[in-house]
């Protein structure tokens, strides 16, 4: 996990102002800092140490080539990769992304399509260049523009003051600068769907499971984050069955139902558990700090950003991975919601609207709040693999009228694993389990009046309640750019 930054055109900025742009992406990689320019392009990379923690410095470069790439995230078949090509390949290290170069020699833009992980990468030669990101946008990518040079950023923040315009780089698609901007994946299209419930449950144990063993890559800790909800608490049973010391991380204010939840599953699990009880007074003493990291003022966002944003402090200071349940009320119709549907292929559908919508909402949260504290994020649930199983049952199975609760398919395929009462619980918002949705909801109101809010929405200020509008003045206070504000995603649902 990184930060990192390229400037591609005929006269590229000065050092200074590369050096200004990259700081502020230092918090994505503490741990070391590189920069490489050419005559007509500098890359730069702020590295959080993973996997080859002493040999695996960034940019990387071809030995005896003039061949260069920066890359955030991780390849998790990099060895798979590497076995093919290493006779043809003088490899400088045993860090994943180093991979990147010789696939490009050998395959070019096609590259995307042999990778398995989350990741956004630029790689350049002396005439052309690459950039992507992975398949769901798991891993940020923006990019920019100012005359004749092109920008490619981590974050938001490394743009504001040097681009004329900022757009989102679109998860699943690579640009090429003699090609343009192409997609080279789409979520699958089951042509028959999966009925029978005992096939379903052994795929899904199978296949996560093999998910959640894939992102122990690492050469440093791994921990997990856990909510004491059915998600969380799935993932930390499998990480358990492969770590005997697994650290899990828990937070919230005084009688949050999720810390006594959380608390249980830890128990049973034997974890070793750290929470940390916040209150009132911090979440409001954090929030700038937050939205700043953040990128976004939606309110159902920012709500669930904070006690994110404060277990990603506490787990950096045990930890450098941590594993999430991020993704599996999409894939199974978890939130409440769904529980109104009572047509099956309406509701597959608005699951893949709605995994195809991660990338700026909760996929960006959780990116941002473990960078926040050079803390990197893995997220099983949302593997390519298991995506595609999801999404090849039988919609039917994921209808809550069909068990009479959400998720049944993933109660029962792990309930063995975990307590009853944990996998039977009630579905929460991370915001509100932690109990913080309602006490930044009413701070908001009583600092905004109802003519301030009628004042802003005549101005056509994006906003539509108080509360957003309230964060909507601490992000304005940080990004100015007339583009930062469009970029943002927003929850047209209920997030619980």
Known sequence: ???????????????????????TLAHRGPDDI??????????????????????????????????????????????????GLSQNYDFQSHVDSEILLPLYQKLGSQLTSSLDG????????????????????????????????????????ALVEHSDEIKEFPSGHYYHSTQGIKPYYQLPEAQTFITDLDTILEKIRQTLSQSVQKRLMSDVPVGVFLSGG????????????????????????PNSPDLKAARLVAEHLGTIHHEYVYTQAEMSAVLPDVIYYLESFDPALVRS???????????????????????????FAGYSYFADYDDAIALHKESVTIIKGLHNL?????????????????VPFLDT???????????TLKLYKTFGIEKWLL???????????????DKMEFAQGCASSTVLEDHANSCITEQTLEEAQKKKFPVSSKEELFYYQIFRNHFTHPDAAALIGKWQGTLH
């Not at 909760?362 to 893995?378: K, P, V, Y």
């Not at 693999?385 to 919609?395: M, Q, R, T, V």
Request: with cysteine; aromatic share 10%.
């Open 118 to 157: 989350m990741f956004s990468f630029v790689i350049s030669d002396d005439q052309e260049f690459l950039a992507a990101r992975d398949r769901i946008g798991i891993k940020p990518l923006y990019y920019g523009t100012t005359g004749e040079n092109i920008y490619f950023s981590s974050e938001i923040k």
């Open 362 to 378: 909760n996929l960006q949260r959780l990116d941002r709040m473990t960078m926040a504290h050079g803390l990197e994020g893995r």
């Open 230 to 253: 059915l998600d969380s608490s799935i993932i930390a049973a499998l990480m358990r069955q492969h770590i005997p010391n697994l650290h899990s991380f828990s937070v919230g204010l």
């Open 34 to 83: 590189g920069v490489i320019a050419q005559d007509n392009f500098v890359l730069g990379h702020q590295r959080l140490s993973i996997v080859d923690v002493e040999g695996g410095h960034q940019p990387l470069c071809a030995a005896g080539q003039k061949l260069y790439g920066i890359c955030n995230g991780e390849i998790y078949n990099f060895r798979e990769l590497r076995a």
């Open 305 to 331: 950003a904070i006690p994110c944003y404060i277990v990603s402090q506490l787990a950096s200071k045990y930890v450098k991975v941590i594993l999430s349940g991020e993704g599996a009320d999409e894939l």
């Open 1 to 23: 996990m990184c930060g990192i930054l390229g400037v591609f055109g005929a006269s590229v900025t000065n050092s200074n102002d590369f050096q200004e742009m990259l700081s």
């Open 385 to 395: 693999d298991f995506i595609k199983l999801s999404l090849s049952i039988d919609p």
């Open 411 to 425: 109660r029962q395929a792990f309930s063995d694993l975990l307590p009853q009462e944990i996998v039977w619980r």
